[in-house]
């Protein structure tokens, strides 16, 4: 038998193993498709040709070495062969080799590393509030009694001068006399030989005039006073502005006195949306930014407005942060209170920070984001000194050597900090994959920035990277677990078993939550909602010793508690359901970074109708349970990765999609 045949014979052996090993210990997890697997008696074919030059390992735990087959002492599944002349003498202990065969078997599928834009989605949840710098308040300017409202109840539209109330006031008689005499006094003044007491007559005059300006009086009702010399003993309040009364405070026949509160008029044809923003997804939003919105009265229609203001202050309890957006309502369709969803699409320049073409070189003003020159100037409304776009945080480019490098996050094998990927060597006469540990920068959406180690134009593995990555553990070579650099994360590390101890309330937490929201029962929803922060709040942090697993956990937490302090404000199963996800994607990224104990799986399930881009979640459930679809359609979505309990006894067969339900 030739040392050639030999060599291919391990690969193909290594490579099913691999196979069978990333299947059932991770799922397809990174997205890849489900791979077949090679048929026993294949396996057992190339043992035999195989076995006097082969060193037998356990797939599971490779610290396990035998000159025979047999089966693991820990485990008790089968050995597998591994030849150390597998790789050829000139692959490195970081590279793999493999035929068309292997690929196929591996599913390898790989894409150019490239510059290009992409987009962070930013999510949030508010509601829309009055405009209060659209907001006036009606009120007395003189001591007196109301005899007629005009406005009768809340919610009546008025213009701008229309009759709000009468009033009865014995002081706007004194100051009409004061007036009427001054005017008298001035008109004799011709007859005054004295300028120092004419001047003097013309004072008491304007002073007089400008009491009554003050008392509320317009120029015509003064100039008809001086006209008439008949005093008043009631005065018109006009509202000073067009709008909706919102709040009515007094009836007739009350007294006022100077200030007294009457009626608050709003103008609705602009309107101010409250957005709730987590912590990390504050770098993708800025001021003057573009928002679109939904709700739930005009399902499918897109509204659109400006950030305007985001809060300086995080809320404690919440972990969030209030965005205000200004949003255009001049039909009044948008009424305040109404629930809204809304979406931010962020482009990131090579920086990472968010790219506005259509503000480059533009000036904005600081407190109206709707009044952008292309030149400085004043802002027409509120005569502040306009200001650069890239001094609020916008940057712009110039070409597409601007744009960031970025790669699939399917690409991307993740372990505590580090990332591991695997590109295909060119210029070769045989398909070379070769493991690289680079420094990623900000996920936008399914995508990675990358800050380092990758060029432009090399091919990188986006499916099946983790069979590669399998292979390469089985044949003892460096793989994402045994890279420079490694931080101790390895799924065999002992302190993660107490971790998964301690996590056990959060997952049980988390999945009480799903079965009334699958009833589309809010207040029991809500009710298990409560726990999630509680528990997480509760787990001893003495368990994270190793410093990678602590900044993974306290990731974690603060979205699960930020996710908590949204669920508590949502006022529907909509707003809930937004809570709900987020929940997800860190209860998933806690099953991928520590796994979980017992003696269940998890699932990953995934229902491509919820939201606009689908959603995920965890489940304990073999067929699927869709808490975002609720009692309409609960059995909608596919299993995508199963995760085994880390302390059950473990199977040798492969975990595979469960396939897809509607």
Known sequence: MSKQR?????????????????????????????????PRQSLEEHSEETVHETTWTCI?????????????????????????????????????????????????????????????QVRMVGKLEYDETKVKSISSWVNGRIDRTYVDYVGIQVEKGDHLVSLYSPDLVTGQEELIEAKRRVDRGGKEKSQFLRDSDLRSLDSAREKLRLWGLSEEQVKEIETSEKPEDHILINSPQAGIVIHKALNEGEYVQTGTHIYTVADLSSLWVKLDAYESDLQW????????LETEAYAGEIFNGLIAFIDPVVNDATRTVKVRV??????????????????????????????????????????????????????????????????LGYVT?????????????????????????YIEVPNTDRAIYEGREITLGARAGDFYLVQSGLVEGEQIVVQGNFNIDSALQIMAKRSMMSMPGDDGSDATDPALASIRGELTTVYEAYLDIQAPMMRDDLAAAKAAFGHLPMQVSSVDMTVFTDPSHMSAWRSVANSLKNAGGVAEDAQDLDALRVAFNTASESVLEMERQFGHAGDVAYYEAFCPMAFDDGASWLQSAAEIMNPYMGTAMQGCGEIKNTFPAQLQQISATPNAPIGHNH
């Open 6 to 38: 030999s060599v291919t014979s391990s690969i193909k052996v290594v490579i099913a193993t691999a196979v069978l090993a990333a299947t059932f210990y991770l799922g397809t997890q990174w997205g890849g498709t489900p791979t077949p697997s090679l």
């Open 60 to 120: 599971m735990h490779l610290q396990i070495k035998r000159f025979e087959p047999g089966l693991c002492p820990v485990c008790g599944m089968d050995l597998v062969p591994m030849d150390d002349s597998a790789g050829d003498g000139d692959i490195g202990d970081r590279q793999l080799v493999m035929n068309e065969w292997d690929k196929k078997l591996a599913a390898i599928v790989t894409a150019p590393v490239e510059r290009r834009y992409v987009d962070a």
């Open 285 to 292: 939003l800025h001021y003057g930014q573009s928002v679109q």
């Open 326 to 391: 200004n949003v255009e309502n001049t039909e009044h369709r948008l009424k305040p209170g109404m629930f809204v969803r809304a979406t931010v699409h962020a482009k990131l320049a090579k920086s990472g920070k968010v790219m506005d073409s259509k503000l480059a070189g533009k000036w904005i003003a600081p407190m109206h984001p709707e009044i952008i020159r292309d030149e400085p100037g004043i802002c027409p409304v509120c005569n502040m000194d306009l200001v650069k776009a890239e001094t």
């Open 397 to 421: 480019a110039d070409s597409d050597q601007d744009a960031p490098l970025v790669i699939p996050a399917t690409a991307v094998l993740r372990t505590g900090r580090r990332a591991v990927v």
